[in-house]
């Protein structure tokens, strides 16, 4: 009997602690409310600037608006629009093929340089902060410094295809040349910063694999193949989350050198919203396309992070 009252008077303690919670005058009680006070600026911010666009954007896709008329319920009309839109349904290929056009030839030429890098050799942090500088220039700078390499009577390009007996290059202004374009630039653009990714996943492996493995006789390349690739997984997964949704994130280089042109060639899905919402005042068009544009990045994200949690279980 004694056991039990006192369990019980242990369980009715913790229950009156439990309904005092935060408003309490206990140390924890403090804590968790100095915490929330702390907290609240970010989920002030998160809710101003995340969620309330967020659902705004849903709620204007459900209407006919032009920014300068009173908005018309339309429903899902607009969504159905897109979906036999061909030029939406271009932009979205578009996008893709830009993407993986990136992103793909970035991880292996990242992963490339940063197994050069990693190793010690002369001149090799003067190399690396050379080589990091795109890295740190605005995207507005580079793409207008890419402007001034792809025009057809002083830039670089022209200037090296005349050089080889090819006259006439246009890159900006042919369709088949125009996204290659894109995509060199944002290679250029992107390579160093999942390099120095690269790097640090490097540099968290343990030395002993690999001293192991050469007592053993295992060559560099075995070395490469049975060490260092599978213990970057986790870093070469994570790589490809950041930089596919990044890609998708595309703008500024389509807006300034080609504005999604010419025709429809680099017209990726986030300016074919622009253009929709800014110049042909579209407002609730473009937010359903920017609804459709979320949904597509979000299983894009479920996907690699249950492949991260596949990694995982692994």
């Known amino acids: ?39 609240l600026p970010a989920f002030l911010f998160f809710g101003a600037f995340y969620l309330y666009p967020l659902f705004q954007t849903f709620y204007v896709s459900l209407f006919s608006w032009g920014l300068l008329d009173a908005p018309r319920f339309l429903g899902m009309a607009n969504y159905s629009r897109l979906f036999i839109d061909r030029e939406f349904i271009n932009s979205v290929w578009v996008s893709f093929v830009y993407a993986f056009g990136v992103v ?31 890295a740190v220039i605005s995207l507005t700078v580079w793409s207008l410094i ?7 009577t002083f830039g670089l390009f022209s200037v090296a295809a005349r050089a080889v007996g090819i006259t006439g290059l246009r890159m900006l202004d042919d369709p088949s040349t125009a996204m290659p374009a894109m995509i060199i ?44 690739l599978p213990l970057l997984r986790p870093v070469f997964l994570y790589v490809m989350v950041i930089s596919i949704i990044e890609a998708f994130k595309v703008f500024t280089p389509m807006y ?3 504005n999604g042109g010419p025709g429809s060639a680099t017209r990726v899905l986030s300016m ?28 894009l994200s479920i996907v690699q992070f249950r492949l991260l949690r596949f990694q995982q279980n692994d």
């Open 1 to 39: 009997m004694i056991g039990t009252s006192q369990e019980q008077r242990l369980h009715n303690q913790s229950l009156h602690q439990r309904r005092r919670g935060i408003l309490g005058n206990t140390l924890e009680a403090r804590k968790k409310r100095f915490g929330l006070v702390f907290a």
């Open 104 to 134: 793909v030839p970035i991880w292996f030429i990242a992963l490339g340089l940063a197994l050069i890098f990693n190793r010690p050799f002369p001149g090799r942090q003067a190399y690396l902060t050379v080589y990091y500088i795109p």
């Open 146 to 152: 890419w402007l001034l390499m792809y025009n057809p």
């Open 185 to 228: 630039l944002s290679i250029w653009k992107g390579t160093p910063v999942y390099m120095v990714i690269f790097i640090a996943g490097l540099r968290a492996i343990p030395t002993d694999y690999y001293e192991a493995a050469q007592i053993d006789g295992a060559n560099a390349w075995q070395r490469l193949l049975y060490i260092t």
């Open 256 to 258: 300034i050198l080609t």
């Open 272 to 299: 074919f919203i622009f253009q929709n919402g800014f110049q042909y005042l579209k407002m609730g068009y473009a937010s359903a396309a920017s609804v459709i544009f979320l949904l597509i990045l979000l299983v």
